[in-house]
């Protein structure tokens, strides 16, 4: 049997610069989609697939997401006194355990690969989950329990999750050369990072899920910086592949690029749908709106 995956790290130190203005004094990672931010998506996430310890790397300007996973005695009063149980429920269902949760400031945003390389000491000599709050899946089961049941199935290793990208955005992502592919579980020979759509060994991309073994940190440790001068997991993900088992999953689901100006937007449209207490009346407003294009 496979190593239990407890823990998961929550890389959220970058600086959202392709979300200028709104992240200028606000992490990228507390937008919300709907009421929620994406970072509390992350979170329940990771719980819903059996994570104990939550992990996060943050960096300047990053303290509401603190605030956002403490109590609020102030708030929590309030709503007391005003007799507003459901809104108090809302904050109290969401609410890590207490010492379940750690923080590391990464100093400098020096990259992906940098931020999980921070998580080191914390993780220690076991598999561990790295989840981009801003990559937002919708799905009916959670997208990190599919990879943990992949996983399982496959009796450990690293596993990506791994999506069919359109073949002119191969240069937006990694991209997997495929061994052996059972239509769900892909064997990764290989990963190229952005590569240019004619130079891609497929259109298999990965997405910002992954469960690794510990050996990647010792890669990391010694990364050279890569694109965009930065520290990047994807090399140190290639490096690791010359000796451990690497799969990718097709997971069941949509993501959506958070990151992204209108990924984000239309990420707000389809959780607003999925709502049973707001989707009919969202999808007449779009129906409306179309109906003048
Ligand atoms: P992105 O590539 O989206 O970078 O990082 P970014 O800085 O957040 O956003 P843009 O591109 O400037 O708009 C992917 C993930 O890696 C984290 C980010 O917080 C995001 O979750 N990250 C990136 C770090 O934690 N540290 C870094 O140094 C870089």
């Known amino acids: ?38 970072i509390q998506y992350a979170v329940d996430e990771a719980r819903d697939a ?56 990464q100093r400098e945003p020096l990259g992906l690969g940098h931020a999980v390389w921070c998580a080191k000491r914390y993780v220690g000599d076991e598999p561990f989950a790295v989840i981009l709050a801003d990559d937002l899946i919708l799905s009916e ?15 450990g290793g690293n ?6 990208v359109a073949n002119e955005h191969t240069s937006r992502y990694g991209i997997i050369k495929p061994g052996y592919d059972d ?30 073994e ?9 990364q050279a910086k890569g694109a965009g001068n930065e520290i990047q997991l994807t090399d140190a993900l290639s490096n690791l592949l010359k000796s451990s088992s690497f799969y990718g999953l097709r997971f069941e689901g949509t993501r959506y690029d958070c990151g992204d100006k209108v990924g984000f937007l239309q990420a707000n449209i389809a959780f607003a749908l ?3 207490d707001m989707g009919r009346e969202i999808a007449n407003h779009i129906k409306e709106l179309a109906s003048t294009l």
């Open 1 to 38: 049997m496979a190593q239990k995956v407890r823990k998961a790290v929550f890389p959220v130190g970058g600086l959202g610069t392709r979300f200028l203005p709104a992240t200028k004094a606000m992490p990228k990672e507390m937008l919300p989609v709907v009421d929620k931010p994406l």
């Open 50 to 105: 059996g994570i104990e310890e939550f992990i996060f790397v943050t960096g300047r300007g990053k303290v509401t997401i603190e605030d956002h996973f403490d109590r609020s005695f102030e708030l929590e009063n309030t709503l007391e006194e005003r007799g507003k149980d459901a809104a108090l429920d809302t904050l109290a269902a969401h609410m890590p355990e207490t010492g379940t949760v750690a923080y590391i400031r």
């Open 141 to 155: 089961k959670a997208c990190l329990k599919q990879m943990m049941e992949a996983r399982e199935e496959l009796g």
């Open 159 to 164: 596993i990506l999750a791994s999506m069919e």
């Open 183 to 212: 239509g769900k579980k892909v064997e990764i020979q290989h990963l190229v990072e952005k590569p240019n759509p004619k130079d891609a060994p497929s259109n298999l991309a990965v997405i910002g899920r992954y469960i690794l």
């Open 214 to 222: 510990p050996q990647v940190f010792d890669l990391l440790e010694n």
């Open 274 to 276: 999925n709502r049973p």
